[in-house]
């Protein structure tokens, strides 16, 4: 089954400072990869997903962007951080050899992140 | 952005009693799933719906894809502690996964 690491777990950053969250996906290959921020106690916001290396798809405008260098390694940065930036990043990965409709999205454990 | 909107936002309830949860959108979906969230944590799938009509039993959760494939909801029997944490559903579209605003339940003992 699928794995996804996601580094650091918490993160407090002044406004202003740049912004780089790392994520890896062991246990499949080509998946779809995905960005979501959540705020406390509520849905996941699509941040950004990417369908392969190379390939980013943003689904709001904001102050972030999103790489994805290698197969399995999917990246969220910020020039400069503003307080708005603050919240719960959870990367999540969909789809391996024997995908189907029933298969589930599968999350890291998240970067909480905190602006000031 | 597709917008899925649950119905209640919060939920406290006592050991044994049932309960529902609402998922609706205005947006046709391909499937439909639902996830329990643990604080700090990401979601962990419970079940997916994919034909309209569909009812899934998973113990004592059962799940609803609504006939037009727009809205869904999750009914708790005899809920449990256990039961407790932020129940979210989420939408398939294309390659896209868009998730509703989110039902946090406690359950009391």
């Known amino acids: 089954s699928q794995t996804i690491h996601q580094w650091p777990a918490t993160l407090v950053q002044p406004v202003g400072s740049p912004l780089s969250l790392e994520c890896t996906v062991e246990?499949?290959?080509?998946?779809?990869l995905y960005w979501y921020r959540q705020a406390a106690g509520r849905g996941l916001q699509l941040l950004f997903y990417?369908?392969?290396?190379?390939?980013i798809s943003s689904e709001v405008p904001q102050n972030l962007s999103a790489s994805r260098p290698q197969d399995r390694q999917f990246i969220l940065s910020s020039k400069k951080l503003l307080l708005s930036d603050s919240g719960f990043y959870l990367c999540?990965?969909?789809?391996?050899?024997?995908?189907?409709?029933?298969?589930?999205?599968?999350f890291g454990n998240g970067t909480r992140l905190t602006v000031t | 952005t597709q917008l899925l909107e649950q119905s209640p936002q919060f939920l406290s309830i006592q050991e044994g009693e049932n309960l529902t949860v609402y998922c609706n959108s205005s947006?046709?979906?391909?499937?439909l799933q639902w996830y329990r969230q643990e604080p700090g944590e990401g979601p962990v799938l419970l079940v997916t719906?994919?034909?309209?009509?569909e009812v899934k039993k998973l113990k004592r959760l059962t799940f609803q894809f609504g006939d037009a494939r727009k809205d869904s909801s999750l009914h708790i029997t005899a809920a449990q502690p256990g039961d407790t944490g932020l129940y979210l559903c989420?939408?398939?579209?294309?390659?896209?996964?868009?998730f509703g605003t989110g039902t946090s339940l406690t359950v009391i003992p």
């Open positions: 999540a990965s969909y789809g391996d050899t024997r995908s189907s409709y029933n298969s589930p999205l599968h």
């Open positions: 246990g499949t290959s080509n998946p779809n």
């Open positions: 990417s369908v392969g290396i190379g390939q």
């Open positions: 947006s046709v979906f391909s499937s």
């Open positions: 719906v994919v034909t309209g009509g």
């Open positions: 989420a939408g398939a579209t294309g390659n896209q996964f868009y």
